[in-house]
């Protein structure tokens, strides 16, 4: 095997792990915007997570009840820069999350967009195109 083909071989896997990722995120976001259900929740924190360039993310974390009664505490997959303004500890907000897996949730209150059609095309047009980049990469290469 050439040092060519070795390449190529692991620029098409990273590619194609890639695109995989960004397919499961559109997955996800539809499932949400297709089937999701929306409730009340809690805004119990914000998770605070650092970045090697010291900025930090915040992750709000939020509390809910499921229609059988269940409390459910869920955490935002999508981080922001800053908390968003006026939003605070005990303040109630809107969440959309999945009936088959209540820990996926959407802040559409905190977190606005995460569901709008134009953010899921851009992702989906994100995965094709990472799809084809891996394809071109392997006739390439093999």
């Known amino acids: 095997m050439t040092i060519e083909r070795l390449a190529g071989g692991i620029g098409a896997a990273i590619t194609g792990v890639i695109c995989v990722g960004f397919a499961f995120e559109v997955l996800r976001r539809c499932r949400l915007r297709l089937r999701g259900i929306r409730t ?9 997570e650092t970045a090697e360039d010291g900025s930090p993310t915040y ?15 869920a955490e935002a997959g999508d981080g922001v ?23 996926s949730i ?13 953010e899921i095309l851009g992702l989906g047009a994100g995965c094709v195109g990472l799809a084809f980049a891996t394809w071109l990469i392997l006739a390439e290469t093999f």
Do not use: W
Request: charged share 20%; no cysteine; proline share 15%.
């Open 81 to 103: 820069p800053y908390p968003p303004l006026g939003s605070k500890e005990g303040d109630r907000t809107e969440v959309i999350y999945d009936p088959a897996a209540p820990s």
């Open 40 to 48: 009340t929740a809690e805004l119990v924190r914000f998770r605070t």
């Open 106 to 118: 959407n802040l559409p209150s905190l977190l606005p967009g995460r569901l709008k059609t134009s």
């Open 59 to 73: 992750y709000p974390v939020v509390v809910f009840t499921l229609p059988d009664g269940t409390e459910m505490t």
